[in-house]
Structure formats: C-alpha cells, structure tokens
C-alpha cells in the first residue's frame, strides 16, 4: 500500500507570494498532522486533524497559516504572505487515529525556500 | 507537557550495543514513550513505544524503569545504516491536545566503521 505523500516535494517562491502544500494521507487514517522542521531541529508541531476538523492547530506560529481537510483525507497547508522565516522542510504525518500510542507515519515533506 | 531530555549526540561503532536514555521527569500517568529515528532528507520513522518495564521488536528494545522518569532506547549490534537522529516524545495526545507531539532536537548517533 501507498505511504504519505506529499507535493510538491520542492517549492521555491519569493517574498510575499502565497503556497499550498498538499498531503495525502495513508487511505483510512483518520488522523493527520502537519510539522515544520528547519534545519538541525527537530520537528515542530504546527496542527493536527481527527477527520475533518482541526483538533488543535496551537503549533500555528501566526495568522498567515491554515490548513483545510475538507473531506477527511487530503489536507492542504496554506501559508499567505509567505516570509524568508517560513523556509523549512514541511512535513506530514497521518496515523489510524489521534494519540501518540497510534504510529505516526511521515511523508518525505515538501521543502519550501522562500526568497 | 511532559519535557524530554536527550543527549545532543553520541557515537559508536559497527555491531556495538547502543544505549540512548531519555529523561522525562514529570512524565504523566497515561503518558506513552515513544521513539521515532530519521534518515538525512526523510520524515522520521516510528521504532517503538512502550508504557512500562521493557517492549521489544524486531529493531529495538525499550527498557522503562518502575518510575518511569526515563527510558532508554537499546539498539542492538548496530551497523552504519543506523546513523540517524533518534527522538523520544511522551505524551498522549487523544481529543484535544497536541501533548506528546514535541519532538526536541533528538540525539544524533553516529556509527563508524
């Protein structure tokens, strides 16, 4: 069976511009979670989805982020007015359901550069 | 939120025995331990999770003292492939939190030949 992806896995825009990161989950998971990892850290919770509502998005660092699981599967990352501080790799992690005794299984994340 | 403490970085050699501890003093009745490893350019990956006492799989061994205020990841006759970083989250993270999903810097094991 087909693991997470993500697209695309390489995104470069400039200063300002808006981007959407899409994840596709592992079919029938119903939980999701989107991270941010900059380089030598460890990854850093931004939200998490059980179906389609957001459980807890307090990892959002501002305003300028959403994210949207319309159907309970795909989930889209919306950064608005992107800045040169949002450059990381984003990653995307699904499990059969929320907590941490279920495994999380990550895409490869898409890497953003912003300009 | 349970806070963990790793070792930055450790090294060793191929088919030595690898021991990482990770320190969670205030750890939480239903708090799980668990342990994720990751490769240069790739999402990390789940190795495993226990409550208490020892858990062992296919790759590793998870020792988990009465107390619970650590655990130690055992990674047995380790080769060059198992250079990684390894991270250890506790926590649980049912309903409405997003406890048990902080990752920290992870320890960085390297393997030499």
């Known amino acids: 069976g087909a693991g997470v992806s993500q697209t695309p896995s390489n995104k470069v825009t400039e200063k300002g511009k808006y981007v959407e990161l899409r994840c596709d989950p592992i079919?029938?998971?119903?939980?999701l979670y989107w991270y941010r990892q900059s380089l030598g850290q460890g990854p850093e919770f931004l939200i998490y989805?059980?179906?389609?509502?957001?459980?807890?998005d307090s990892g959002l660092p501002n305003d300028r982020f959403f994210a949207v699981r319309p159907e309970g599967s795909v989930s889209t990352l919306k950064i608005q007015r992107t800045e040169r501080g949002d450059s990381a790799v984003y990653l995307c992690?699904?499990?059969?359901?929320?907590?941490?005794?279920?495994?999380?299984?990550f895409g490869p994340g898409t890497r953003l550069t912003v300009l | 939120l349970a806070k963990t403490t790793q070792p930055i970085s450790m090294d060793s050699y191929e088919g030595q025995e690898v021991n990482i501890t990770c320190s969670h003093n205030?750890?939480?009745?239903?708090?799980?331990i668990t342990w994720y490893q990751q490769f240069p350019s790739q999402g990390p990956r789940f190795i495993i999770q226990?409550?208490?006492t020892k858990v062992t799989n296919e790759v590793a061994s998870l020792f988990i003292p009465a107390d619970r205020k650590s655990s130690t990841l055992s990674l047995p006759r380790v080769s060059l492939s198992d250079t990684a970083v390894y991270y250890c989250?506790?926590?649980?993270?049912?309903?409405?939190?997003?406890?048990?999903?902080?990752f920290g810097k992870g320890t960085h094991l390297i393997i030499q030949p």
């Open positions: 992690a699904s499990s059969q359901t929320a907590g941490t005794y279920n495994e999380q299984f």
């Open positions: 079919s029938g998971h119903t939980a």
């Open positions: 989805f059980q179906g389609t509502g957001a459980a807890d």
């Open positions: 205030n750890i939480a009745t239903n708090d799980y």
């Open positions: 226990g409550y208490k």
């Open positions: 989250l506790v926590g649980v993270s049912s309903g409405g939190g997003a406890d048990g999903l902080t």
